[in-house]
């Protein structure tokens, strides 16, 4: 899928995208975010970000999408609202 970033692109927006295509499943105590059933066995879901520069930033100078999406890739998952990390597959 691709992801046209704005200036009112927020993490909450990405999740929602994601949800799309994606499902949560546990897996022994961890809880993963992976591509759903439904687009096949062995399926993965590549992000195109574009215009990744244009969310404004926050009162501490960050934008906070560009850092959702390096924990993303760094750490491979990110904490939900609920307080669990969540891995990505």
């Known amino acids: 899928t691709s992801l046209n970033f704005s200036s009112r ?15 949560y499943v546990r897996r022994g105590k961890d809880v993963v975010l992976e591509p759903s059933e439904s687009l096949g066995a062995s399926s ?18 960050t934008q906070r999408v560009i850092m959702f999406m390096r924990q993303l890739v ?16």
């Open 9 to 23: 692109t927020t993490p909450a927006i990405i999740l929602k995208v994601f949800q799309q295509y994606c499902s």
């Open 44 to 61: 993965w879901l590549v992000v195109f970000c574009d215009e990744i520069n244009l969310p404004e930033e926050d009162m501490y100078g």
């Open 74 to 89: 760094e750490q491979g998952g990110f904490w939900r609202d609920d307080n669990v990390w969540v891995k990505i597959d």
